[in-house]
């Protein structure tokens, strides 16, 4: 969770996604709620599928429940992000820590080498060298996911 400071303040909730949960969206809720009464602000959840095998069928970033007569007693919003059909360009103009994301969104494999190249040059120029190495083991580990080793 992170505070975000705003007129009015509320709390920040993201989670990432590397792989199917049938039971995601109770999940997301339960947190959200729990959040939200420990800190008594508003929470955004936002679920980062990070992988297409993560998706499901139907999700939506909505959980509806209903009573036995079929009457909605809730109705939950949540924000889901796919990562894969986000463009490469916000990523990579966004803050430095946003980077390691950059190859799991848009990117056509093919240009998966300049795209590394364009990291390395924002790392270079914009954080202390001990920051560039966490980024870059963060930006292994999640290439992990969509790519093969070599």
């Given at each position: 969770?992170?505070?975000?400071e ?45 992988r ?9 970033g ?26 490469v360009e916000?990523?990579l ?58």
């Open positions: 969770m992170l505070r975000v705003s007129d009015p303040p509320y709390l920040f909730h993201p989670e990432f996604q590397s792989s199917r949960e049938v039971r995601m969206d109770e999940r997301i809720l339960r947190y959200n709620v729990l959040a939200g009464y420990e800190h008594r602000l508003p929470v955004l959840s936002v679920v980062f599928l990070l297409k095998s993560a998706d499901k069928p139907h999700l939506s909505r959980l509806q429940k209903a009573d036995s007569l079929g009457r909605p007693y809730l109705d939950f919003h949540y924000r889901v992000m796919r990562l894969w059909e986000q463009p916000n990523v103009t966004g803050p430095p820590g946003l980077l390691p994301l950059a190859p799991l969104t848009d990117v056509l494999p093919g240009d998966l080498p300049e795209i590394v190249q364009r990291m390395e040059r924002r790392l270079q120029n914009e954080v202390s060298p001990s920051e560039a190495n966490e980024l870059w083991t963060g930006t292994f580990v999640l290439m992990g996911l969509r790519y093969p080793p070599a």
